[in-house]
T-cell receptor
Framework: AQSVTQLGSHVSVSEGALVLLRCNYS??????LFWYVQYPNQGLQLLLK??????LVKGINGFEAEFKKSETSFHLTKPSAHMSDAAEYFC??????????FGAGTTVTVRA | NAGVTQTPKFQVLKTGQSMTLQCAQD?????MSWYRQDPGMGLRLIHY???????DQGEVPNGYNVSRSTTEDFPLRLLSAAPSQTSVYFC????????????FGDGTRLSIL
């Protein structure tokens, strides 16, 4: 069984400030981890994925995430927030059965 | 490429009515799935398929049916709509590999009165 916990349902940051979104997972086998972004009234778009090649993963739009096995975490960061980063972000985990389990999501608001 | 196409984008039903949500993909992906998205609950898996003729239940399958007669299409049927099925429904597809990301459609916003 696998599951994902996202800490904080809402995060508000100032433009130019660090964005940090937290994700912890549980999985009985080595996981594959994903971050998706959802803009209003749209589907989900892939930001980045971890598939065991490297623990620090770089994604689109300046986002990156670090896989820490000892902490079962996969936190998402961006050094400098932009107004266009306002969206909902989902962490997801997959194991060997192709199915994705999603966290509850974190809504990011960017203040001018 | 169109990717994953869902129709309709919006629908309002009365309790007890039935309908089919359509999903088509043009990427020759073996894996297809349906999710529902409700506030504060993320996306929950309804049904999934690993290839034509093969379907299985996800986390919340009750009240929904699926079939997979072709690789491209994966329709979701609501048998007798209930207000609890008011939600946003997403279809997704991917190659048959757990390390490959799923590609999502734009969703169908369904309201049951």
């Amino acid at each position: 069984a696998q599951s994902v916990t996202q800490l904080g349902s809402h995060v508000s940051v100032s433009e130019g400030a660090l964005v940090l979104l937290r994700c912890n997972y549980s999985s009985s086998v080595p996981p594959y981890l994903f971050w998706y972004v959802q803009y209003p009234n749209q589907g989900l778009q892939l930001l980045l994925k971890y598939t065991s090649a490297a623990t620090l993963v770089k994604g689109i739009n300046g986002f990156e995430a670090e896989f820490k096995k000892s902490e079962t975490s996969f936190h998402l960061t961006k050094p400098s927030a932009h107004m266009s980063d306002a969206a909902e972000y989902f962490c997801a985990v997959s194991s060997n059965d192709y199915k994705l389990s999603f966290g509850a999501g974190t809504t990011v608001t960017v203040r001018a | 490429n169109a990717g994953v196409t869902q129709t309709p984008k919006f629908q309002v039903l009365k309790t007890g009515q039935s309908m089919t949500l359509q999903c088509a993909q043009d990427m020759n992906h073996e894996y297809m799935s349906w999710y529902r998205q409700d506030p504060g609950m993320g996306l929950r898996l309804i049904h999934y398929s690993v290839g034509a003729g093969i379907t299985d239940q996800g986390e919340v399958p009750n009240g929904y049916n699926v079939s997979r007669s072709t690789t491209e299409d994966f329709p979701l049927r609501l048998l007798s709509a209930a207000p609890s099925q008011t939600s946003v429904y997403f279809c997704a597809s991917s190659p048959l590999s757990s390390n490959q990301p799923q590609h999502f459609g734009d969703g169908t916003r369904l309201s049951i009165l």
